[in-house]
Structures are given as C-alpha cells and as structure tokens.
C-alpha cells in the first residue's frame, strides 16, 4: 500500500496516459478506413497529403507502444519499485504528441494543436517526476 501512496501521481498519470493511447489505438485499428478517410482530408492541403495511411500507422504503433510500456510501468511500480520501463513509456508518449502536434500545426489546425499541448503538459510533468 505503501508503494501506491507513495507514487500516486506517477501512477495517476500512467493511467491517464494507458486510456489515452490504448483507446485512441484502438479506434484506428477498429475504424482504419473511417480515420484514414477523414485524415486524408485534415492533410489533404498539406505536404502529407499521399501519406496519410503511412502516418497513420506510424501513430498507430507509437500510440500501442506507449501505453503498453505505461501499463507495464504500473505493474513495474506496484511491484517492484522500479520506474525505468514507465520512464520510457512517458518519453515516448511524449514523443508521439510532438508528432501529433506537429501534424496539427502543418494541417493548419490551431485548435487540434492546443488541444496536443493540454495532453502534453501532464506528460511531460510524468517524465520529470519519473527522472526524479
């Protein structure tokens, strides 16, 4: 019980960030065509414009990869203390919104960027905990 109290907000923000990517995977695995339809045209002005499914899938594994390293940071917490594999979910979780915002700014969508920078703000406050 100690362990949990004692890394609450690791933990807290772990799990925000295992809902976050894992839900937003597998929306793009249930609804591939769906997404990649409505992307292509988000990019459709933009240099991206023939790559979008590429993108998509490079997203698609940042994001899965990401949350699968957070749930096992959790684990990894709860049971052993140890917070590398969680660091590293955090950092590439961080990695992947730079992505996803940068997309955003190239699509023109200000308001899909500021929407990138509220999630960021908690990753990055999760890597700088985790480096602690």
């Given at each position: 019980?100690?362990?949990?109290?004692?890394?609450?907000?690791?933990?807290?923000?772990?799990?925000?960030l295992?809902?976050?990517?894992?839900?937003?995977?597998?929306?793009?695995?249930?609804?591939?065509?769906?997404?990649?339809?409505?992307?292509?045209?988000?990019?459709?002005?933009?240099p991206?414009?023939?790559?979008?499914?590429?993108?998509?899938?490079?997203?698609?594994?940042?994001?899965?990869?990401?949350?699968?390293?957070?749930?096992?940071?959790?684990?990894?917490?709860?049971?052993?203390?140890?917070?590398?594999?969680?660091?590293?979910?955090?950092?590439?979780?961080?990695?992947?919104l730079?992505?996803?915002?940068?997309?955003?700014?190239?699509?023109?969508?200000?308001?899909?960027?500021?929407?990138?920078?509220?999630?960021f703000?908690?990753?990055?406050?999760?890597?700088?905990?985790?480096?602690?």
């Amino acid at each position: 019980m100690n362990t949990l109290l004692n890394n609450a907000t690791e933990i807290l923000l772990l799990l925000f960030l295992v809902i976050t990517f894992l839900q937003s995977g597998f929306d793009k695995i249930t609804d591939w065509n769906g997404n990649i339809s409505w992307l292509k045209e988000h990019f459709s002005k933009t240099p991206f414009k023939n790559i979008v499914p590429l993108l998509v899938g490079i997203i698609l594994v940042t994001e899965v990869v990401a949350g699968l390293l957070c749930v096992v940071g959790v684990y990894q917490i709860l049971s052993t203390g140890e917070t590398s594999t969680a660091l590293y979910g955090a950092i590439l979780s961080s990695i992947t919104l730079l992505m996803l915002l940068f997309g955003q700014r190239i699509a023109k969508d200000y308001e899909g960027a500021k929407t990138i920078a509220v999630y960021f703000i908690p990753t990055i406050l999760l890597v700088f905990l985790l480096q602690a």
